[in-house]
């Protein structure tokens, strides 16, 4: 058995820094780098893919909505058309420093309220995969499973690697808890651990409610913004190997269209 694990990095701006991206791009084999708007600033994405190559991860766009203040968690009123340009220039503003670097993206994950909203709203689920389609490079786009952004992904002719929520409450439906509940955010790191384990060798998981559901997981998001996300990447990592399970990035070939 195999799982992808991504992390969230390069969301500081200017002097301020967000999470030890440094340690914890030494234990994901992918890496969703911000792309400067809802976080991150062309030095940051400058530093980030190259600690993300130095720790061996794969390099992946991580678009928000256009949205500093709000670190991309506010819903913005964007149009299918305004949702497929602010990603398509996300895309190739962090491709450049890639590239810069001797190398390329392998994957687009939408962010925050982007993410979420795309994964409800059919039109800006189709902006976001267009944009990732007409990048071009057979980009993998990351998402809920079952949700709008996969449909869009399959009309599109996208690889989809479906993402699990390592910390993160999920409702009846699949969906994710709101943040604006205060039982979103798993805090029992043993917790966290068991359900990874089930999700990938089971394909369950249990809601907010008790209830177990399927769940599909190609790959499995560790959120870095907090002090114990170092730790916690480590536990996981060697839980998952305890359990004969390898680690490596999601790839075209077995993301699913």
Known sequence: MEI???????????????????????LVSS??????FHAGDPGVMERTVGRALRG?????????????????????ALSENEVYAAVLYQIGALRAFARAAGSDLRHVKPHGALY????????????????????GGNLILVGLPGCELEAAAVEAGLPYARE???DRAYQDDGSLVPRSRP????????????????????????TATGKSIPVR??????????????AFARRLRSALQAAGISIRPVAPGDARS
Request: overall charge negative; some cysteine.
């Open 116 to 135: 979420n909203d795309a994964a409800r709203n059919p039109a800006l689920a189709r902006g976001a995969a267009r944009a990732v389609k007409a990048a």
């Open 183 to 206: 039982d979103a955010v798993i805090h029992d790191e043993d917790a966290c651990v068991e359900r990874v384990l089930r999700a990938v060798r089971d394909g369950t998981v249990v």
């Open 56 to 76: 061996g991860a794969a390099l992946g766009a991580h678009p928000g909505y256009p949205d500093l203040q709000g670190f991309g968690r506010r819903s913005l």
């Open 164 to 166: 699990f929520f390592a």
């Open 31 to 36: 890496a969703n780098i911000a792309c400067g």
């Open 217 to 230: 997981a190609d790959t499995v998001c560790l959120h870095g913004d907090n002090p114990e996300a170092v």
């Open 4 to 26: 992808d694990l991504n992390a969230d990095v390069g969301e500081g701006f200017g002097a301020y820094a967000l999470g030890n991206d440094e340690a914890l791009l030494g």
